[in-house]
């Protein structure tokens, strides 16, 4: 069975909890795809057939050592045995959304990991700075985010689906990153436009929460409703 397996809780990412959750060595011993942050919030984390990729404010994109540390993220050993699918006139990243939809509605209390690759006619991302203690939120940090647009590049959408229930953990539905197949660009998914994508879907019944063990977690309310800010900051564009 596969196993999600997710660093820290998306509460403590929003009230600026960055420090170290777990080491990109340990977050990826039973786990190969997937997506998240690093500590200090430095860039944009795109697992990849196990190595871990750092997609910074910049616009590059870097290899992780095994010893960084990642502050939040959510992964799973990938299997791509499933089928192939294919999806056609992806206009925007609502109609992916869409086209998606059919695959999750059959059960939309468990997670999905999904990798899709293909070329993009559009592509729009967005990265943070690295963050100094004492942290700022995330909205805060957001607010600073890069963005960038590329045009007809070729490579991967690593996105997380997950359940309605776990606000405040996790974000409930989709969350979409992205790779360059020459593994140059990258970033967190605010849009995207395609004409043909091919994707794989793998279902998820098995969820492991690792929970950080420093001070800062230890000694904040995690339990505040933070889902209109949490929406804004993961879904908008800055402009
Ligand atoms: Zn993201």
Redesign the pocket.
């Known amino acids: 069975m596969i196993k999600m397996i997710q660093a820290s809780t998306l509460n403590a990412l929003m009230l600026g909890n960055f420090d170290c959750t777990t080491s990109v060595d340990s977050f990826l011993k039973e786990a190969d795809t997937g ?1 998240g942050t690093y500590t200090g919030l430095d860039g ?1 984390a795109i697992f990849e057939n196990g190595v871990a990729y750092r997609a910074t404010a910049d616009g590059n994109v870097t290899v992780m050592s095994p010893e960084d540390g990642v502050a939040f993220g959510t992964v799973a050993n990938f299997d791509t045995t499933v089928p192939v699918e294919k999806l056609e006139n992806i206009s925007s990243i609502e109609v992916l959304k869409e086209k998606l939809a059919p695959y999750v509605e059959k059960n939309p209390n468990i997670f999905y990991m999904l990798k899709a690759t293909g070329t993009f006619g559009k592509m729009h991302v967005r990265s943070c700075y690295a963050c100094e203690k004492p942290y700022p939120t995330l909205s805060e940090a957001a607010s600073h985010q890069k963005e960038f647009q590329y045009q007809n590049v070729s490579g991967s959408v690593i996105a997380v689906y997950c359940p309605p229930y776990v606000e405040g953990i996790n974000l409930p539905g989709w ?1 979409f ?1 992205f790779l360059s197949q020459d593994k140059t660009t990258g970033g ?1 998914i605010l849009g995207l436009q395609a004409d043909s994508l091919s994707l794989q879907l793998n279902p998820i019944l098995d969820w492991e929460l690792l929970l950080p063990e420093n001070p800062e977690f230890a000694s904040r309310d995690l339990c505040e409703d933070l889902s209109a800010k949490t929406a804004a900051v ?1 879904g908008n564009a800055k402009h």
């Open positions: 997506i944009e969350h990153h967190h993961e």
